[in-house]
């Protein structure tokens, strides 16, 4: 099937705004066949419409085990033993797998158990704004979201580990390795990677194990000891990793998303910081209106009919969260940001079965982190006109955001 060229997310404008060309597809082709989001892939599904797009994240007939494995032999060794790893994770598992290694782990991030996260998550909060006080200027990215969600996911996995610089390249190469991706070449450093984190799990557990510490790992492997049946080695390894480097990744996007949309919208700002009980539909606003996660990769296990179009099993798709949350036939003025806005039903963090498991803990430290900030500095301000953004296509973010005031 020929792709049409209508729809290019390689194209170094979508970075700086996918929107214009998120509306161009919905009002032209929302069941749109484009390009592949993984190597070696004649095309993908494009879906644009919020309604098919919500419809089809809780379809059983779509899952989130890929392929690849078909694919796995024209690929190279390093990209062979990454993929290997990758398929023990929750990013790739349909039930009943995923639905065992879920049950583990969502405990940790109820509601309940992350609010009582909430005074902690302060305390790091106000500590990184006592150690900026008085800078001129400062980056939001790095000497305040990053260093706030990356201590408070640490210490939930019980980790005794500050490399904030390491994390921070281990996320980074981690996370591309689940992007649009032209060509495989991107496995070699993620295998390097991993490889150095399954290195750091495996130190980490044989500490643990002799001298446990609260926390997500040590409860892991209090379960892997106890009944083996229910959790593997490397399922162990891949899933504290896993929360390792998505517990804070696209949190920082969510701070550093919103407060770019706040400093770009000046009434909006204001109207948070005189208000700073509006923050709860604020964060959902700021999850609508740029989201971190634009994309959220299926495969069809057997043909689906979308949009009078049929989809063919072992077709890949590719649902744009993105476009769907600025969907006018679902939200009114979308490309507007109202932080006051009303039965606000984005799917920033999905739905379904693969609905995100850090949910909670992305909202909670996002509602302590902005009004903090805006309490500490009342003037804040951009002090470039466009920030650095990051390289990624479907995880949406900034690579620095310097402000002053």
Known sequence: MEQDPLFDYYAPEFRIDP???YRRLRE??????GLPFEPDFEGAWQIARYADVNAMLKDPRLGKATVIAEHMASLPVEAQEYLGLLSLSLLRMDPPDHTRLRALVSKAFTPRMVENLRPRAEAIATKLLDETEGEPEI??????????TITVITEMLGLDYDDRDQLKRWAGVLVAAQECKRTPEIYGPASEASAEVVAFFREQIA???EHPRPGILSDLIAVRDQDGDRLSENELIVTCALLLVAGHDTTVNL???GMFALLRNPDQLALLRDNPDLIGPAVEEFLRYDSSTQMAGRIAHEDVEVGGKVI???DLINLLLGSANHDPEQFSDPDHLDITRKDNRHIAFGHGIHYCLGAPLARLEAQVAIPLLLRRRPE????????E?????????LNHLPVAG
């Not at 032209?28 to 066949?33: A, G, L, N, Q, R």
């Open 389 to 397: 953004r990051r390289e990624t296509i479907g995880f949406r973010g």
């Open 139 to 148: 980056d939001l990215i790095y000497q305040y979201a990053f260093p706030l």
């Open 380 to 387: 804040i301000h951009l002090t470039v006109e466009e920030p």
């Open 207 to 209: 500490r643990q194990r």
């Open 19 to 21: 929107y214009s060309f």
């Open 28 to 33: 032209e082709d929302p069941v749109h066949w």
């Open 255 to 257: 701070i550093g998303n």
């Open 312 to 314: 063919h099993q072992g």
